[in-house]
């Protein structure tokens, strides 16, 4: 919000500098960003009036104006088209210097002598307006400097609001601030004027269809408004606070929203089927051209409609169709309070975000929507001209019952941790504008002001009662704190740190995301179940609409995102939290890890790397899980064949450790792996953290080392193709000796030779005997019988020599 001193002065009396100002309202609670000085106008620069204008006999787009300067009457070429006898305008003397830097001097333009410039808008460093010649206001003197003529530079501060006040996204909101820090009254501007018009029911019809949607709404009428440029004191006034104008209907309704926060929407009455504004909800099919050019759907949105259709999206946005032109002569103002998730809803599904709908989406005072309704009548009938008409279309429910709050003065002291007289107490609340409706010795009850949504409890009276008495002074106590070794939160904290300090050391980098990601995302990335998904009533955005219900999505979007940003060799994990909607209509969470893996990542710098292959992926992503498993002590992975929609098929197993499924792996889909050109197969798991920490705090069982050496043995098996490495681990264990203590695949291969449909394995069998050392004889029978439970189980054939 930027607030010009001299504005800021017409609403309350103060006699602080801007930089004690800008302090001040700091220390309440109002951040000011930025402190900033106008520019003085040029010198050398005067108002000139023109006298003649008559066409330039060499120049088709030039004129030649006779002006009077205040030293005598001087010849000017221009070429702006609003230069006309009895205007006067800024006139740069020989000598002056531009904005740009750019020195005038007396020059012939075409044949004919020019004794000075006058001058536009942006030449003179005002705006960036380069329309025509500035119009200097009536009755000024000619020769009169131009800086005398706008008067002393003033000084804007640039202030930080906070999204809870909405109040303040105003210049009457920060001089309440004002009055409140320096205990002045608040003054507002002057709302009358004459009504002359016939009655405003005869001259338009309002309907709400949707109460709920707009709970109050209201129109008057101006008629024979002629549409022109604003003066330069409102133009100034919005170039201060970077609105750009555009004429003065329009500039006079943006005026009035930064004034006093309301917005207001100006329809040319002429251009409303039968006169008639109906509130209402877009229907189905329903498209608009709002003022920007767009065509935009409005089904389902609050809107503003005549008899024909709708004409602006409520609280965001007018249409074409309705607005303000040159040729307009009657004005509908609209001032209306409309319901705030309604706002929030329309611009979101729109993705268009205004003046109008940032303080909307806020809340804004129903009880201030006529007086901003007849502040801007005032103004528009000063600044174009006609006539009001009598009376008010004002379609309004009924104001609101009272928020009644009660302060504690004890419980003021507590909080605060400081003493805070009940008087002062009082005296604060009152100056906020608070009304206190009663008091005790004990306590005051107040009575929240329209303007001020973010009062509700008394935690809140509180918090107005610091940011006055003065943040600065609340005391800082040493943080006292009682420790409760074990407690549930610090163990599963010290949990959590050893699996990621787990995943760290096995090669993996922490990634995080939001809990919130896109309904888009979801739809390119399937997981999860869809029946289940919680999605939010009213998004910040799109990209941020539903709670995650599985972590593959983001994992598969952010190695995406790294691969377009040239990092191809990636070991990610992410842990967080997913959500599911119960049946009982609650949410359950449930923690979760998830792996990423692409490329080489384990081989990033060695020589002779190559691309990986899907088998070589999903066979080193697997090896990652096994050695997440041996760290936290869940003994043999076990996978399992499954099908997932966003794993390819074939390449998705479901994971089992300690009997039970922890999780599931396997290879994004390529159709998917496409969406963000990756350059390799991606692997993707997702496990359960519960069962990754079942066992974070079980001692291990120490195990003798062993004395005597071991005996390895190696065994080839050609099986079926269906037979799977578990079956083979599983047969080994039921048949092998207490002295084999480790079975490890080392080779497949196949060929036309074993047959079709087949395989062979290879295994490297490890034998030890805790209390001898084992012969030759000892090793071969326990090998033999191995091969004959694998004979017997499996129906291998062994391949010897």
Not at 322 to 351: N, Q
Not at 616 to 642: A, D, M, N, Y
Not at 663 to 685: S, T, V
């Amino acid at each position: 919000m930027k607030v010009p001193i001299a504005w800021l002065r017409e609403c309350v009396d103060f006699d602080a500098t801007p930089g004690a100002l800008a302090e001040a309202l700091t220390m309440s609670g109002m951040e000011v960003e930025g402190i900033v000085a106008e520019k003085r106008a040029p010198d050398g620069v005067v108002a000139a009036r023109i006298v003649a204008v008559t066409p330039h006999p060499d120049a088709d787009r030039l004129r030649l104006c006779r002006v009077d300067d205040g030293r005598g009457e001087v010849e000017v070429v221009c070429g702006a088209d609003n230069a006309a006898p009895g205007v006067t305008a800024p006139l740069a003397r020989p000598g002056a210097s531009l904005a740009d830097g750019t020195v005038v001097r007396e020059s012939a333009i075409r044949g004919r002598a020019s004794a000075g410039m006058l001058c536009a808008e942006d030449e003179l460093g005002l705006s960036d307006d380069h329309s025509g010649i500035m119009i200097l206001p009536d009755g000024v003197r000619p020769g009169t400097p131009l800086a005398e003529v706008l008067g002393p530079p003033d000084t804007v501060l640039e202030v930080e609001v906070t999204w809870n006040r909405p109040d303040c996204l105003s210049i009457m909101g920060v001089a309440r601030e004002v009055g409140a820090i320096f205990r002045r009254p608040v003054r507002r501007p002057d709302v009358s004027f004459a009504e002359e018009g016939g009655p405003a029911a005869a001259l338009a019809a309002v309907r709400v269809e949707d109460p709920a949607g707009c709970p109050r709404y209201t129109a008057r009428v101006l008629t024979g408004v002629r549409v022109a440029p604003s003066p330069w004191w409102l133009r100034r006034r919005l170039l201060q606070c970077g609105v750009r104008p555009i004429n003065n209907v329009v500039d006079v309704t943006n005026y009035v929203l930064l004034e006093c926060g309301h917005p207001l929407h100006a329809f040319d009455r002429e251009r409303l089927e039968g006169r008639a504004v109906v509130v209402r909800r877009g229907r189905p099919g329903e498209i608009m051209a709002t003022i920007d050019g767009a065509r935009r759907k409005v089904e389902g949105l609050l809107v503003i409609a005549d008899a024909a259709g709708p004409v602006a999206v409520a609280g965001v946005m007018g249409g074409m169709k309705s607005e303000i032109r040159p040729a307009t002569s009657a004005v509908l103002i609209e001032s209306a309070r409309f319901h705030p998730p309604a706002i929030r809803a329309a611009s979101s599904a729109l993705g268009l975000s205004t003046e109008s709908s940032y303080r909307f989406e806020r809340g804004v005072d129903g009880e201030g929507v006529d007086w901003a309704s007849r502040r801007a009548a005032a103004l528009m009938l000063r600044t174009a001209g006609g006539s009001a008409a009598r009376g008010v279309i004002d379609l309004y429910a009924g104001p609101p019952a009272p928020r009644r709050v009660t302060c504690r003065f004890a419980r003021v002291r507590s909080l605060l941790g400081m003493e805070v007289p009940a008087d002062e107490i009082v005296d604060i609340l009152s100056a906020l504008g608070m009304g206190v409706a009663g008091r005790t010795a004990a306590a005051c009850e107040v009575v929240a002001p329209g303007y001020r949504p973010d009062i509700e409890l008394e935690a809140d009276l509180i918090e107005e009662v610091a940011r006055l008495h003065g943040l600065d002074r609340v005391p800082a106590p040493m943080p006292a704190c009682r420790v409760a070794p074990g407690g549930p939160d610090e163990q599963e904290a010290r949990a959590l740190d050893g699996l990621r300090a787990d995943l760290a050391a096995l090669g993996l980098s922490e990634i995080m995301n939001y809990s919130f990601v896109s309904a888009d995302l979801l739809k390119t990335v399937p997981a999860g179940d869809p029946a289940t998904r919680v999605e939010l009533p009213n998004p910040v955005n799109r990209d941020q609409s539903v709670l995650r219900d599985s972590l593959l999505p983001q994992m598969a979007a952010t190695v995406g995102r790294n691969v377009s940003r040239q990092s191809c060799d990636l070991g990610l994990f992410e842990i967080g939290r997913t959500f599911a909607r119960k049946a009982d209509g609650t949410t359950a969470e449930k923690t979760r890890v998830a792996l990423g893996l692409l490329g080489r990542p384990a081989r990033i710098g060695m020589p002779g790397r190559g691309a990986a292959t899907g088998e070589e992926t999903f066979l080193e992503l697997k090896g990652l899980i096994e050695g997440l498993c041996v760290c936290r002590r869940l003994g043999p992975l076990q996978v399992e064949s499954v099908a997932f929609p966003a794993l390819e098929d074939g390449w998705a197993v479901a994971l089992r450790a300690a009997g039970a499924v922890i999780g599931m792996a396997g290879l994004l889909r390529e159709d998917i792996a496409r969406e963000w050109r990756l350059p390799g197969p991606a692997g993707l798991a997702e496990l359960d953290v519960a069962a990754l920490l079942a066992g974070a705090f079980d001692v291990p069982v120490c195990r003798p080392v062993p004395l005597y050496p071991a005996v390895a043995r190696d065994i080839a098996l050609v099986v079926d193709e269906s037979v799977t490495h578990a079956r083979v681990l599983e047969a080994i264990a039921a048949g092998a000796p207490k002295e084999l203590t480790q079975a490890c695949l080392f080779d497949t291969f196949r060929s036309e030779g074993i047959g079709k449909d087949k395989k062979s394995l290879a295994y490297s069998l490890v034998y030890r005997a805790m209390d001898r050392t084992l012969t030759d004889e000892d090793a071969n029978a326990y090998h033999e019988a191995v091969k004959n439970v694998l004979r017997k189980k499996l129906n291998a054939q062994i391949r010897e020599g």
